[in-house]
Structure formats: structure tokens, C-alpha cells
């Protein structure tokens, strides 16, 4: 790769601090159909871990399709923090970790980053030892860290949480891990990933029995084998790594995100509007798509990459499940809720992934929803319109399913707690203007500049 100007910063999204999207509100005037094109970004859960995986080459690497989030600038300062070097190109990021001076990343950052935790794998895998403070990320549930821990342990690792921070290093002159054969009690993805990465560089093999199957894992997979890493498996329930002494620099675009592409195709249905939709992986979408399908409106696949969704005149209810890929994503479970609010009949949605993740509810129900909670379920008896009210995004998909009701919805919708939807959506204010929607970003003291 060619020698690039490395600089120790990467751009926020839209040109907003985490205090400015703390104080800012997005107010959306509903009711407007929207049609149009939209440009998917990279995914989010992929460029973070993949971001963390190049810890694992003491060479420059290249990703392409990273978005601009603000979880990807907590990510960067993590990074930074190591001492790694990293240059923005467009929508492509330049890292260099050919040394890595320090193996403790800041807490002030991992407590607001859940992915930040990755680092644990990589730089156990390469240095040998690594602390980590305890992560953090939206309050939707305990998401422990035992998964990791345990297999860490497997492969030789010494590990121990004290003071709020996960102390590990492997014993002994050499400092490299051994290959082991570990089970997770869960297909935990995170912890998938952390073991993948770890195993990358151990020696001897590794096998991964329950293994995630999300395609964020297999991206992750094939960035490492970009780099020279023995991986096979990724996208089963085993994955099976070959130890390698060292792995070397690479250029790697990111995927869609499977979770942008869903809420735009939420947002067709819900304002009963026509919407094409690329580049995307149809089959990372498939638990989504008969869904929508189900209630009535087609997806009609125009090309590999491409897809429009086409409404029907009603809603019919659907019932859900959230469970681990291929099942349906948790991440799109509040935006078919907002979806399911104003359809004709009941829908009952199951939460079996993150116990917190239901506090959209009562915002959506100011809405004049009308969702009753059972313990981890959720009853929606449809309405005929929502209405417009002042709510309170809780975390990152609740965010966007108040969005979404907020277009679907007569009057006027002001949403504040806007940082949880920076940390996820690359310009979705912007993305939806396009279409036609009606909405604006303000403070106080007036409107606040927008990416175009």
C-alpha cells in the first residue's frame, strides 16, 4: 500500500458533537408520501469490529465504506488511544498500527462504546496482554461479557476483572495464545468476533462451536483473510480458525447495512410509499423482507444489489420474534413496532434477545399507539393514524422507529435524544429529505446545518 499523511482524528457525522446532538431535536411534519432512491451505507457493526480487527496487522490497511457515525469516531479515539494512526479518505478510512504503544484503551470511551470491548481480542492476540475497561453502548440490556471471558480463558489467557476493567495477558516468554475448541452457551455475535480475531494469530487451531452466523461476522472473516488469515466456517454455527504467525496489509470494503436497508423499507410501509433501495445483500435481508411481505406489500428485486418495495392500499398484522441470525433482528424490532402500530388488526412481537429493549413503547404510545407490555412481549392493536407529539428517543433502533412514526403520523413530531441516532445512521435526516420527507434539525436558538 502506498505511504499516506496520517493524521490522529476522523470527522464526526453531520458536523455535530455528541453535546449538540444531546441538545438538538428533530422535528418531522408527517403525512407527506415519500419515493425515490436511496444510497445504503456501510454497516455499522461491521466497520467497528473490522476497525478493531486491524489491530491484528503491523501494516497499513484500507477500509472502504465506512460511515460517518459517531460510533465510528468513539471507535477511531479507541484506536488512537492505542497509539494507532488513522487518516479519513472519503468514505474510506487509512489505519496504521504498525506499533501499538499502549494496551489499555480509555475508559471515558469504551463506558460510551460497546464494540470498543473488541480490542480485547486483537490485542491479546498480538502484545499478549490487553485492559479493558467493562463497555458500555445503549442501555438495552446487560449484554455480560462472561462469553468472551471464558473462551479467552480457553485459549490460555489469564483473566480478571477488577476495578470496572478486564485485565488479560497470556503467561509465559512468548506471550501467544493457544488454539482451543470452545463452545458458546449462546450465539453471542460479539463474542464470536473477539474469539475469531484472537484466534487469527494463536497457535495452532481454534474451533468455534455455536458460532453468531450474522453476516457482520462473515464480513469480519473475510477482512481477516484478506490479511492472511486461515478462516473457515464463518456464516455456520462452527468456525474454524488456523493460527498464522503474522497477517499483512489489505484494502476491504465494509457491507451494506442490513439494518439502514430494513428502515428504509420500514419507511415505504409505513407511509405507504414506493422506495428503491441500494446497494444491499437481499439475502442479509430475508427475515425482514417476508415480513414485509406478509403484511401485504411486495419487494420486488430489481438487480443483485438492488430492491423497491411496493405498498399495499392496507397493513395486515404480523406477528415477530427476534432471535439470532438468520431469525429476525433485534435491530428491527422497534421499527416494526412503529409499523405494526398503524395496522389493521394485532400483533404480538416477541423481545428475546436484549430484556430493556421495549422502552419505545410508552414514546409510542404518546404517539396515540396503543401497545400493551406483557413481560417481554408486546400487544399492538393498530390504529388508524398516529399522531404527532414530543417524544424521547431511549437508544439507537428506537430512535429511528420514532422517525418512522413520525412520517406516518398527522401534525408535527419533535424527537429529542438525537445522539442515539447519530451513533447509528449515516445522514438519515438527509437520505429521507431526498425522498420528499419533511423534517428539520434544530436547537433552541434555531435550526442547526445539515450534510446535503
Do not use: W
Not at 51 to 72: E, V, Y
Not at 125 to 151: F, K, Q, Y
Not at 225 to 245: D, E, F, L
Not at 290 to 318: C, F, W
Amino acid at each position: 500500500m502506498e505511504d499516506t499523511a496520517i493524521v490522529t482524528s476522523i470527522d464526526l457525522p453531520i458536523s455535530t458533537t455528541v453535546a449538540e446532538a444531546d441538545g438538538a431535536i428533530l422535528e418531522i411534519t408527517g403525512g407527506t408520501p415519500l419515493s425515490g432512491q436511496v444510497t445504503i451505507s456501510g454497516a455499522k457493526n461491521s466497520a467497528l469490529v473490522v476497525m478493531a480487527g486491524t489491530l491484528l496487522c503491523s501494516q497499513l490497511c484500507r477500509i472502504r465504506n465506512i460511515p460517518h457515525l459517531m460510533d465510528i469516531e468513539r471507535m477511531g479515539e479507541v484506536l488512537i488511544a492505542l497509539g494507532i494512526k488513522l487518516k479519513r479518505e472519503g468514505d474510506a478510512l487509512v489505519v496504521d498500527a504498525t506499533t501499538i504503544a499502549h494496551t489499555k484503551a480509555p475508559y471515558d470511551v469504551v463506558s460510551r462504546l460497546r464494540a470498543s470491548f473488541f480490542v480485547i481480542g486483537p490485542l491479546l492476540a498480538r502484545m499478549g496482554v490487553a485492559r479493558i475497561p467493562l463497555p458500555g453502548g445503549c442501555a438495552i440490556g446487560a449484554r455480560p461479557v462472561e462469553l468472551h471471558v471464558r473462551g479467552l480463558q480457553a485459549m490460555g489467557a489469564n483473566v480478571h476483572i477488577e476495578h470496572g476493567t478486564v485485565h488479560a495477558y497470556v503467561p509465559g516468554s512468548g506471550g501467544r495464545l493457544k488454539g482451543a475448541k470452545i463452545y458458546l452457551d449462546y450465539p453471542s455475535v460479539g463474542a464470536t468476533e473477539t474469539l475469531m480475531m484472537a484466534a487469527t494469530l494463536a497457535d495452532g487451531e481454534t474451533i468455534i462451536e455455536n458460532a453468531a452466523q450474522e453476516p457482520e461476522v462473515v464480513d469480519l472473516a473475510n477482512f481477516c483473510r484478506a490479511m492472511g488469515a486461515r478462516i473457515r466456517g464463518a456464516g455456520t454455527n462452527t468456525i474454524t480458525i488456523s493460527g498464522v504467525p503474522s497477517l499483512h496489509s489489505t484494502d476491504y470494503g465494509i457491507i451494506p447495512d442490513r439494518i439502514e436497508a430494513g428502515t428504509f423499507l420500514v419507511a415505504g410501509a409505513i407511509t405507504r410509499s414506493e422506495i428503491s433501495i441500494a446497494p444491499i445483500i437481499p439475502e442479509h435481508l430475508t427475515a425482514v423482507i417476508a415480513k414485509l411481505q406478509e403484511i401485504g406489500g411486495q419487494v420486488v428485486v430489481d438487480s443483485p444489489n438492488r430492491v423497491r418495495y411496493m405498498p399495499s392500499h392496507t397493513i395486515a398484522p404480523v406477528d415477530i420474534q427476534t432471535g439470532p441470525f438468520p431469525g429476525f433482528p433485534t435491530d428491527m424490532q422497534a421499527q416494526f413496532m412503529a409499523l405494526m402500530a398503524v395496522c389493521e388488526g394485532s400483533s404480538l412481537i416477541t423481545e428475546t434477545v436484549f430484556e430493556n429493549r421495549l422502552r419505545h413503547v410508552a414514546e409510542l404510545n404518546r404517539m396515540g399507539a396503543d401497545i400493551r407490555l406483557n413481560g417481554n412481549c408486546a400487544i399492538i392493536k393498530g390504529v388508524h393514524q398516529l399522531s404527532g407529539a414530543p417524544v424521547l428517543a431511549t437508544d439507537l433502533r428506537a430512535s429511528a422507529a420514532l422517525v418512522l412514526a413520525g412520517l406516518a403520523a398527522k401534525g408535527t413530531t419533535t424527537i429529542q435524544g438525537l445522539h442515539h441516532l447519530d451513533r447509528g445512521y449515516d445522514d438519515l435526516e438527509g437520505k429521507l429529505r431526498k425522498l420528499g420527507a419533511n423534517l428539520r434539525r434544530y436547537h433552541s436558538d434555531g435550526p442547526i446545518a445539515l450534510g446535503e
